[in-house]
């Protein structure tokens, strides 16, 4: 044993033991096995937290203040994500310099602090208006009856195409963020996440974009079969995990809002069910929750969509989207969100939240959570676009976006849990760490063998002198 050999040979031990603990150590590590703790070193960490994860906001998102009046207010840039406080009272301008023939879509997620409290009527308002206080677009979100805070988001646009009228002149247009309390309850500020996307106009627009859809398959699909695979999703749109078609696997806790997003290519259909596991808790009483679970379909510029809702007594139970229509330039030209809000290709948002009254009669969980992705039918090729939007690819699905929805998302909550790690990561990452852990710590073990042999002869040399 190591003592013994410091014992019995004091200083030269002590190094040579400190050698065989390094060679140790680099064994393991490059085997992948995670050495024991002391005793102590274990006692001492942490409990785990059934408290929810909070919100993810994007790594590279710019801080902005909020004017109460357009004469200060801050300007944004498109193809950025920006952070921001919404007060319990009052609106919040946000500048817009536009040309005459770009689209601009600015969409604001509301995060309610820790301990805020809502109503189904409290929500979020976000609209655009032009230098003379005229409207061009608005749109609104409620927490809904779920009666638990949880990130919403809401969009509003200035389009200049046909079909559009009024704020279509170059100049400078505000964003304009406000709360939505009808009930007159709220408190406290929220934390917002801004984003601002810029849509080219079309070279030479046409009948195929320029009239609304008209008929389309609205049958709702087949349940989708098969095994589910294991996916943790996200804490927010920059983080949400990559899912393609398939069944897949999660778990959540009340109170907690998982995200995820679809590649949705141009001439496709989306479809979505989420499921929620059954549960063996429950208390004496009224066992059901009337809102439990509300799953929520965003655009590729956080527009919503559309949303599903279900209630839960314990036994399995599932929510599922109306069938959607195909994505499409013209859909923008339809009345009613479920459709104009499929406008564009890209990637499409699920955040799936579990309210929090569901932990007062069944625990905390976590429960099981079952997502079933269909995308269905024939891409068909892009519109014309006379320039590039901002961000650039954000109107595209790319081979990438199609290998990150089968494998997951790297360092974003998607991928295979590793018992090691105790968390997610992608396969392609945990394969380039094996590799490369094993290659770097085979080469520290050889040079330390090395060294170790030689000191070793060094000191038989010393002793039989």
């Known amino acids: ?277 059954s549960s063996s808790g429950g208390s004496p009483g009224d066992g059901y929750v009337g809102t439990a679970l509300a799953m929520a379909l965003y655009n590729p510029v956080r527009g919503h969509v559309d949303d599903a809702t279900t209630g839960y007594s314990g036994a399995q139970t599932s929510a599922a989207l109306t069938p959607l229509p195909p994505v499409a330039y013209a859909n923008r030209h339809a009345a009613g969100e479920r459709t104009s809000g499929m406008r564009f290709a890209g990637w499409y948002y699920l955040a799936v939240h579990l309210g929090a009254p569901v932990a007062q009669r069944f625990g905390n969980g976590p429960f099981g959570l079952t997502l079933r992705v269909r995308v269905s039918g024939t891409a068909t090729s892009p519109p014309a676009y006379a320039g590039w939007s901002a961000p650039r690819d954000v109107f595209r699905v790319t081979a990438a976006d199609r290998e990150e929805a089968a494998v997951g998302t790297p360092g974003a909550g998607g991928g295979e849990r590793t018992a090691a790690a105790g968390g997610y990561r992608d396969s392609r990452t945990m394969t380039a760490v094996a590799v490369g852990g094993i290659g770097t710590g085979t080469a520290l073990v050889l040079v330390l063998a090395v060294w170790t042999a030689a000191a070793r002869r060094r000191a038989r040399s010393r002793w039989a002198a």
């Open 1 to 277: 044993m190591w003592w013994r050999t410091e014992a019995r040979h004091g200083a030269r031990g002590r190094r040579l033991t400190q050698a065989h603990a390094v060679v140790a150590l680099c064994t393991t590590a490059a085997l992948g096995v995670t050495p024991a703790l002391p005793a102590r070193a274990a006692q001492a960490a942490p409990a785990a937290d059934a408290t929810p994860a909070p919100y993810a906001f994007a790594s590279d998102a710019g801080t902005v203040q909020g004017a109460t009046g357009t004469t200060d207010a801050t300007r944004l840039d498109p193809g950025h994500t920006y952070r921001s406080t919404l007060p319990a009272a009052g609106k919040l301008y946000y500048r817009l310099d536009l040309d005459a023939t770009t689209d601009a879509y600015v969409s604001a997620t509301a995060v309610p602090r820790a301990g805020a409290q809502v109503s189904a009527s409290d929500g979020l308002r976000v609209s655009v208006q032009d230098a003379d206080g005229t409207p061009c677009s608005s749109g609104t979100t409620h927490f809904g009856p779920t009666q638990s805070p949880h990130p919403v988001a809401a969009w509003a646009a200035r389009e200049t195409g046909p079909g559009s009228y009024g704020c279509k002149d170059a100049g400078v247009y505000y964003a304009v963020v406000e709360r939505r309390d009808l009930s007159g309850s709220a408190t406290g500020a929220w934390d917002l996440e801004l984003d601002y996307v810029s849509e080219p106009s079309l070279r030479q627009p046409d009948a195929t974009t320029t009239t609304p859809p008209g008929a389309w398959n609205s049958a709702t699909p087949d349940a989708l079969l098969g095994d589910p695979v294991r996916r943790a999703g996200g804490a927010g749109f920059a983080t949400a995990s990559a899912l393609g078609q398939g069944v897949w696997r999660d778990a959540i806790r009340p109170g907690q809002t998982l995200f995820y997003k679809v590649p949705v290519d141009w001439g496709r259909q989306l479809s979505a069910t989420a499921e929620l596991g």
